[in-house]
């Protein structure tokens, strides 16, 4: 009888594990690669092109390739988070003064891309892969950083108020935190006026390019959410921008979109699908859309009419972070 309960005990516990929201998180990310998604925003170059040249005056060159270039200092010892393709192998090709790369992720999926990134380049350098949950780990024993680079990361974070005084705390005196971000509404909880729209856009657009023009509401959002798979999606996004600005010193804030195209796209996983996606991407209808509404995107967030959703920062440290 001893024996069996022991079992039992160990089976509970392992249950537990499996239905948490941390190994659901690092499952999700496991086999999900967004950059390989053809309804996700950021994907359709005709928006992408838009909005870099918005922002660094090129449409082929990105904010992170602009911020590399201008970076006082050296990039030295880097902490990443989210970003298993871009910034810091940019700044190790570019600038040749990147020390060392601590990466840090649930997934161990997204350690395996990392892992592809450093050997795809030959970094020269120690290139550290820890699999933790950011919400928990205990940062002071990394030791300090030169640079912090987050990539998509923080709006799946929820103990903002433990992870960012430790963050500030890592930073060197001078060092710099590159944050590039989703801040929009939490669990993807979008509100009017964005829902207006966007249902103006499905009754208004081309037919090729609309499979179904069914009004969308705050319920279908909250089904996609519930449905991603991932229980860490955008689960304080809404608090994002307050908490960042609250525990470090705020240097450069430049909004690149989404509030919009975000969810619109979202659509083409609702049930019933409203967009032929492969139309949008292969027509000259598409083609056509997709630079009106992200030119109407823009206008309508540089008015002020719309939020900012998506989020470039630059940060510096604190010199007495709040809440501590």
Known sequence: ??????????????????????????????????????????????????????????AFQTWHQKKISEKPGTFGRVLAFGDG????????????????????????????????????????I??????????????????SFDTI????????????????????????????????????????????PVIDIINDWLTSLPGELIACSKP?????????????GDPS???????LDTMLRRYFELVEAVSFGGTLLQPFFFTSNMIPCRLNIENWHRTDAGRSELERLVRTESELINSGEIQKDYMYYIFKKRARAHGN
């Open 126 to 143: 120690p290139c550290p892969f820890i699999q933790a949950d950011a919400n928990t780990f205990d940062y002071s024993s990394l030791g």
């Open 216 to 228: 969308v509401t705050r319920r279908d959002y909250k089904k996609i959410w519930q449905q991603c």
């Open 1 to 58: 009888m001893k024996i069996i309960n022991f079992i039992i005990r160990v089976l509970k516990r392992i249950f537990r594990v499996f239905l948490s929201d941390r190994y659901k998180t690092a499952q999700h990310w496991d086999q999900t690669d967004s950059a390989a998604s053809s309804e996700y925003w950021w994907n359709f170059k005709i928006i992408r092109g838009f909005i870099q040249k918005e922002i660094t005056g090129d």
């Open 149 to 192: 680079i987050d990539v998509g990361a923080f709006h799946h974070f929820e103990n903002f108020e433990f992870i960012f005084p430790q963050l500030n705390d890592l930073l060197k005196p001078g060092g710099i935190m590159y944050v590039d971000e989703y801040v929009g509404p939490s669990k993807l909880k979008f509100e009017r």
């Open 233 to 239: 999606e955008g689960i304080r996004s809404g608090d």
């Open 85 to 124: 393709y871009g910034m810091v192998a940019e700044a190790f090709i570019k600038r040749k003064d990147v020390k060392e790369i601590v990466y840090l992720n649930i997934s161990k999926g997204e350690g395996i891309r990392f892992k592809n990134l450093v050997e795809k380049h030959n970094f020269s």
